[in-house]
């Protein structure tokens, strides 16, 4: 377990908020501490890009600008909502928790973090981003980038790649936790995403330096020997495009058709692959099934094709 001395971590606190003060990035999720705003901002962030987030966001606020609004929405219209985000079983599950909010909460997303993870799409990270940034509550959050700074301060890393358990930094991070949680914890998410990024950390430019246990290891380093290779988590494919792309076009083309029309498995196909033949029927009925399984897409049964569209709901 990791014990840092108590002085370590003042100093440490001092560092980051003073670099914070001065660096931090203006994200129109920070003006707020809206609690619907922020759990629509999380769900986005969860695997998508800061900047594409930041074009999104105002979007969706503006056509659903309460918890209320959206609750009421189909799956339908929340998918074509969230065109250009990705994963759109995300916009699904943050669809059905606005609904279970409204019908059994009396619309009040919840402030503890343990009722915040009963809800779809609502993991530890998220839960505990909500409880802080929209509650102030004074609780640790921890996002890769921030898991990746703790372990590089408080250990010495044999490599860039190298980590610390999320368990034991969960813990770690509750230790550490200053007065001002809200930016200490946004204050270390923009030190991960500026500065101890994941391949070329600047330790030079870095707050942290002269108390980082790792900073020898990247110091004075060359711009790219910083990067190791590591073993890649093999993505399924088919022909030589990942599966997550194929749905996400699946997906595309059902957004383009006009209200509540479907359209045949065949057609799909041949939207979202120009040589598609029909001995490939098979894989797209996999990857249609799959988005049906997630909630995002409903099977119509013609009389002599399998049709598709995206879920009413
Ligand atoms: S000194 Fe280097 S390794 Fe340590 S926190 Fe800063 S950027 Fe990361």
Redesign the pocket.
């Known amino acids: 377990m990791l014990k840092p001395r108590p002085s370590r971590v003042n100093a440490l606190q001092k560092n980051i908020l003073r670099w914070y003060g001065k660096n931090s990035r203006q994200l129109p999720w920070r003006k707020t501490n809206d609690p619907y705003r922020v759990l629509v901002s999380e769900i986005m962030l969860q695997q998508t890009q800061v900047s594409r987030v930041e074009q999104k966001f105002h979007h969706f606020i503006k056509q659903y600008p309460t918890l209320r609004a959206l609750a009421r929405t189909s799956r339908a219209d929340v998918v074509r909502a969230w065109q250009g985000m990705g994963y759109n079983n995300r916009a699904i599950r943050l669809r059905d928790a606005a609904r279970i909010v409204m019908e059994e909460r009396d619309g009040r997303l919840p402030s503890d973090t343990a009722q915040l993870e009963k809800l779809p799409g609502i993991g530890r990270y998220t839960a505990h981003a909500i409880a802080c940034f929209a509650y102030g509550q004074k609780v640790p959050v921890v996002d890769v980038n921030i898991r990746?700074?703790l372990s590089?301060?408080f250990r010495k890393?044999n490599n860039v790649f190298d980590l610390k358990p999320a368990d034991e930094i969960w813990e770690l991070a509750a230790r550490i936790l200053p007065e001002n949680v809200y930016m200490w914890n946004q204050a270390l998410m923009d030190?991960?995403a500026a500065?101890?990024?994941a391949q070329k950390?600047?330790?030079e430019?870095?707050?942290?330096?002269n108390l980082?246990?790792?900073?020898t290891?990247?110091?004075n380093r060359a711009p790219g020997n910083a990067r190791i290779r590591r073993s890649k988590k093999s993505e399924p494919m088919y022909a030589g495009i990942p599966q997550r792309f194929w749905r996400g076009r699946i997906v595309e083309a059902l957004r383009k058709v006009n209200g509540e029309d479907s359209i045949s498995l065949t057609k799909v196909g041949r939207t979202i692959k120009p040589d598609f033949a029909a001995h490939e029927l098979p894989w797209l009925k996999r990857l249609a099934q799959s988005l049906i399984r997630d909630g995002v897409v409903e099977r119509v049964k013609a009389s002599r094709t399998t049709k598709i569209m995206l879920a009413k709901g």
């Not at 980082?212 to 900073?215: D, G, V």
């Open positions: 990746r700074v590089r301060i890393m030190l991960g500065i101890c990024t950390p600047l330790c430019s870095c707050p942290a330096s980082c246990s790792s900073r290891l990247y110091k």
